[in-house]
Structure formats: C-alpha cells, structure tokens
C-alpha cells in the first residue's frame, strides 16, 4: 500500500523537472536575445520567491492551526464527541438485540410441538443473544461514564484557562496602578493650586472693590461738588464784559 500525499504539499519531482526545463528554455532565449532573457529571468525570479512566500505562509498558519486543534480542550471535546458516538452505537446494538429477543422468545413460546433438538438450539441462541445484550448494555454505560468524566474534565480545563485569562488581565490592571496613583496626585496637587490661585484672585477682588466703594468714591464726590459749585455760582460782571 503507498502511503497517501498531502494535497497541499507540492510535488517537488515535477517542480525539479520543470524548473530545469526551464531553465534550459531561458538559457537559449538569453543566447538568442540577452535582454529579453535578463528581464524574463527577474521576472520569473520575483514570481518564484512570490510564490514561495506564500507557500511558506500558510505552511505556518496550517501549523499553528494544527498546533491549536492538538490542545488539551480540543483533544477532550474529541474524546468526548467520540465517546458519545460509542455510547449511541452500543444502545442501538442493544435495542435491535432486544428485538431479536423478544421475536425468538414468541417463536419459542409458540413452538410447542417443535422437536426438542430445535427447541434447546432455540434456547442456546436466546442465551447468547441476552449476553450479548448485556454486553451492549455495559459497554453503553461505560462510554456513558467516560462522557460524563470528559465533561467534567472539560469544565474543569475551562474553568482553569478562564482563571489564567483572568490572572493575565489582573496583572495588567495592576501593572498600571502605579501610573494611575502618579496621575491622581498629580490631579490632586493641580486642584490645590488652583483652588489656592483662585482664593487669592478672590481676595484681592475683594479689596480692590472695597478700595474703590472708600478711597475712590469719595474722591469722585469731592470732583462733583466741585463741579455743582462751578454750576451753581453766579456769572461776575467782569465775565459778562469779557464775553
């Protein structure tokens, strides 16, 4: 028996045959036209590494991916569907051996005058037909049992990579702590300057207001009454002659 090839895998026979071919093709066409051959060989140069670029790419994402699918949850949620299966392999055994129970059974019952050679070959067949049933039915459970372990080991592994997940993004909290304290002192010693800065602004608002209702206002009062006593004062004959 050969052993099967990858389909993704290229045949590196063929591409050795026809990289030589190849080869050989463009060595006569440099012969023949030196510049044409340049150019047809560093294109046919960037389209080989393009292409090998490519291959090797997804090469390691079907690596990681295989890698991904070969972890414990991947392979316990494998055992789990597999065992499943079994489980339901062996009940549907058990329930057509039921069957077949229970039609030999009624045949026998109804077989009353059948020789006795056929009736004890009858019941030979009926007993190993019930310890095959019985074997179904074991094996059933057991893969019953081993479901229920998975699913448990499963809930177990998912609850230990949630706390993992969770432990990793404790960290990070924690990791910016630090900045965070820095940034609220700093916020906090901003707010004390400015409530010092405006409680000084405030003050000295208050006494340059209370400075103008005493000093200046009272020196606004004496400029009009001067001015009133100017208004007020009659005109002297002198002023009428000037005028």
């Given at each position: 028996?050969?052993a099967?090839?990858?389909?993704?895998?290229?045949n590196w026979?063929?591409?050795?045959?026809?990289?030589?071919?190849?080869?050989?093709?463009l060595?006569?066409?440099?012969?023949l036209?030196?510049?044409?051959?340049?150019?047809?060989?560093?294109?046919s140069?960037?389209?080989?590494?393009?292409?090998?670029?490519?291959?090797f790419l997804?090469?390691?994402?079907?690596?990681?991916?295989?890698?991904?699918?070969?972890?414990?949850?991947?392979?316990?949620?494998?055992?789990?569907?597999?065992?499943?299966?079994?489980?339901?392999?062996?009940?549907?055994?058990a329930?057509a051996?039921?069957v077949?129970?229970?039609?030999?059974?009624?045949?026998?019952?109804?077989?009353t005058?059948?020789?006795?050679e056929?009736?004890?070959?009858?019941?030979?067949?009926?007993?190993?037909?019930?310890?095959?049933?019985?074997?179904r039915h074991?094996?059933?459970?057991?893969?019953?049992?081993?479901?229920?372990?998975?699913?448990?080991?499963?809930a177990r592994?998912?609850?230990?990579?949630?706390i993992?997940?969770?432990?990793?993004?404790?960290?990070?909290?924690r990791?910016?702590?630090?900045d965070?304290?820095?940034?609220?002192?700093?916020?906090?010693y901003?707010?004390?300057?400015?409530?010092?800065?405006?409680?000084?602004?405030?003050?000295?608002?208050?006494?340059?207001?209370?400075?103008f209702?005493?000093?200046?206002?009272e020196?606004?009062?004496?400029?009009?009454?001067?001015?009133r006593?100017?208004i007020l004062?009659?005109?002297?004959?002198?002023d009428?002659?000037?005028?």
């Amino acid at each position: 028996m050969s052993a099967k090839t990858d389909p993704t895998e290229p045949n590196w026979n063929n591409l050795l045959i026809a990289g030589a071919a190849y080869l050989l093709v463009l060595f006569g066409i440099i012969t023949l036209n030196p510049f044409v051959g340049v150019v047809l060989f560093l294109f046919s140069s960037l389209v080989a590494l393009a292409t090998a670029a490519v291959f090797f790419l997804r090469r390691k994402v079907d690596v990681r991916k295989e890698t991904k699918d070969q972890g414990l949850g991947a392979r316990l949620r494998r055992r789990l569907t597999a065992c499943q299966r079994q489980e339901d392999k062996f009940r549907d055994e058990a329930d057509a051996i039921r069957v077949s129970i229970e039609e030999l059974r009624n045949d026998l019952e109804r077989s009353t005058t059948a020789p006795a050679e056929e009736l004890e070959r009858g019941e030979k067949v009926l007993k190993a037909l019930k310890a095959e049933f019985d074997l179904r039915h074991t094996k059933a459970l057991f893969f019953a049992d081993c479901a229920t372990r998975l699913k448990q080991l499963l809930a177990r592994h998912q609850l230990n990579d949630n706390i993992a997940r969770r432990q990793k993004e404790l960290s990070t909290l924690r990791a910016t702590n630090f900045d965070d304290e820095a940034a609220v002192e700093e916020t906090h010693y901003h707010l004390e300057q400015d409530s010092i800065q405006i409680e000084t602004v405030s003050e000295l608002s208050k006494e340059v207001g209370d400075y103008f209702k005493t000093e200046q206002a009272e020196e606004l009062r004496q400029r009009l009454e001067k001015l009133r006593t100017k208004i007020l004062r009659p005109t002297q004959p002198s002023d009428k002659k000037k005028s």
